[in-house]
C-alpha cells in the first residue's frame, strides 16, 4: 500500500520565493528519501536523510524529518523557473526491503 | 552518457499483444528495478534484481516477467497486454540493496494499450 503522502499537491509560486513541500508516511522507515521528476523524465535523486537525522542541507535544499510524527519537509529557497517540476518523497522501511514512494506535489515556478 | 536507459520510449499497441521493454546501466550497480507510474503520478515498484536474482516481486500478474541476463540489464516481458497496463515504465538502478543506495532513474517507457 503507498506510504507516503504529500502535501499540498500542487504549489504555484513566483521566482525567487521559497516553496514548501510535506510528506507523511505510516511506519518505521530507516531513511527518507527526496526525489524531482521534471515532465516527460525519470526521477532524480535529491536528498537522502537518515531516520537519525533531524535536517539536512544541499545547496538551496533544506530536508526536515521528524520520526516522532513520521513527516519530512522539503524546502527550496529562492525558487527558480527550473524547478518547476514534480516533487515526490519516498521512505525505505526498517526491512531495507523497498523503497516506497509517495504521491507528489506538482511545484510551478512562475518567472 | 546515458546512466540508465530504456527502450523504447513510447510504445503503443493492441490489446493481446505481448510486448518487451530494455533497460541497461553503465553504472556499474548491482540492483536493478521496474517501477509503474500511473496516469495519477503514483510510482509502485515491481520487481528488483540484485547480482541477477530476483529480490523483490510485488503483487504483479504473471504476465509481467522480468529478465536480467546480466547484472547490467533488467528487461521487462509483458504477455497478452490489457487496457489497464497502459502506464509509464521506468527503470531503475542502484550501487546496492543497502539502505543508503539512492535510485538511478530511466526515462521511461510510454506504454499506451488499445
Known amino acids: 500500500s503507498q506510504q507516503g503522502e504529500e502535501d499540498p499537491q500542487a504549489l504555484s509560486i513566483q521566482e525567487g520565493e521559497n516553496a514548501t513541500m510535506n510528506c507523511s508516511y505510516k511506519t518505521s522507515i530507516n531513511n527518507l528519501q527526496w526525489y524531482r521528476q521534471n515532465s516527460g523524465r525519470g526521477l532524480v535523486h535529491l536528498i537522502l536523510?537518515?531516520?537519525?537525522?533531524r535536517e539536512k542541507h544541499s545547496g538551496r535544499l533544506r530536508v526536515t524529518l521528524d520520526t516522532s510524527k513520521k513527516s519530512s519537509s522539503l524546502l527550496i529557497t529562492a525558487s527558480r523557473a527550473a524547478d518547476t517540476a514534480s516533487y515526490f518523497c519516498?521512505?525505505?522501511?526498517?526491512?531495507?526491503?523497498?523503497?516506497?514512494f509517495g504521491t507528489g506535489t506538482r511545484l510551478l515556478v512562475s518567472p | 552518457d546515458t546512466a540508465v536507459s530504456q527502450t523504447p520510449k513510447y510504445l503503443v499497441t493492441q490489446m493481446g499483444n505481448d510486448k518487451s521493454i530494455k533497460c541497461e546501466q553503465n553504472?556499474?550497480?548491482?540492483?536493478m528495478y521496474w517501477y509503474k507510474q500511473d496516469s495519477k503520478k503514483f510510482l509502485k515498484i515491481m520487481f528488483s534484481?540484485?547480482?541477477?536474482?530476483?529480490?523483490i516481486n510485488e503483487t504483479v500478474p504473471n504476465r509481467f516477467s522480468p529478465k536480467s541476463p546480466d547484472k547490467a540489464h533488467l528487461n521487462l516481458h509483458i504477455n497478452s497486454l490489457e487496457l489497464g497496463d497502459s502506464a509509464v515504465y521506468f527503470c531503475a538502478s542502484s550501487q546496492s540493496t543497502g539502505a543508503n543506495s539512492p535510485l538511478h532513474f530511466g526515462n521511461g517507457t510510454r506504454l499506451t494499450v488499445t
Open positions: 534484481y540484485n547480482n541477477k536474482e530476483l529480490i
Open positions: 553504472l556499474g550497480h548491482d540492483t
Open positions: 519516498a521512505t525505505l522501511n526498517t526491512g531495507f526491503q523497498k523503497l516506497v
Open positions: 536523510i537518515r531516520s537519525n537525522e
